[in-house]
């Protein structure tokens, strides 16, 4: 079962771009990477999901290492909207969100 | 296309009341899943089904919770005796599931507030 491992909260300023590096060391060779976005008193929304490399939609990016113990989650020139808590997910049959990241924007 | 329908938005029951909460999947989805929210243990994935056959209830706290899913377009999840730790956000997710990578696409509905006193 692979364990995702991210940062407890991050700030930053409306305009720049932010990075979500998550952990994943034990992933298996058939696991995929998703993220999803969760704002106050709303169910999570999926983000983004990819396999190696790096996948783009409008909503954000999504870089993978060659190795794949690691992804990143990138959100171009974030505004206060983009406060929030972004969950990493790694697994093939078993489910787990974790506590997710806490990103909060700055004006 | 309407999204996921929970049902109610808000309950507050007293302790040893049988709690019902309900949810409407998106049209078209093969998969549901129940998930429990609170401060201190985050999302928890309580239950999943796939074409209305529960797959993984591991989540499942204890007997007092039950869930079914008598048709692709109806679930219920059921307390009974509800207690004060049961207090928690519930949220019921569906996905169009073909594979594995699917079941993590999941979209969730706006959750039903539960408080037991």
């Known amino acids: 079962l692979a364990k995702t491992t991210q940062p407890i909260s991050m700030d930053s300023y409306e305009g720049q771009e932010v990075n979500i590096t998550c952990s994943h060391n034990?992933?298996?060779?058939?696991?995929?990477i998703t993220w999803y976005q969760q704002f106050p008193s709303q169910g999570p929304r999926f983000i983004i999901q990819?396999?190696?490399t790096k996948v783009t939609n409008e909503v954000a990016s999504l870089f993978i290492p060659a190795d794949r113990k690691s992804s990143t989650l990138s959100l171009p020139r974030v505004s206060l909207s983009d406060t929030a808590v972004y969950y990493c997910?790694?697994?093939?049959?078993?489910?787990?969100f974790g506590k997710g990241t806490r990103l909060h924007i700055l004006p | 296309d309407a999204g996921v329908i929970q049902s109610p938005r808000h309950e507050v029951t007293e302790m040893g009341q049988e709690v019902t909460l309900r949810c409407k999947p998106i049209s078209g989805h093969n998969s549901l899943f129940w998930y429990r929210q609170t401060m201190m243990r985050g999302l928890e994935l309580l239950i999943y089904?796939?074409?209305?056959?529960?797959?993984?209830d591991s989540g499942m706290p204890e007997d007092r919770f039950s869930a079914k899913m008598p048709n692709a377009s109806f679930s219920t999840l059921k307390i009974q005796p509800s207690e004060p730790r049961d207090s928690a956000v519930y949220f019921c997710?569906?996905?169009?599931?073909?594979?594995?990578?699917?079941?993590?696409?999941?979209?969730f509905g706006p959750g039903t507030r539960l408080t037991v006193t």
């Open positions: 990819g396999y190696k």
């Open positions: 089904f796939n074409n209305n056959v529960p797959i993984d």
């Open positions: 997910l790694v697994g093939e049959d078993k489910i787990i």
């Open positions: 034990n992933i298996a060779t058939n696991d995929y």
């Open positions: 997710a569906s996905s169009f599931s073909q594979g594995t990578r699917d079941l993590y696409e999941q979209y």
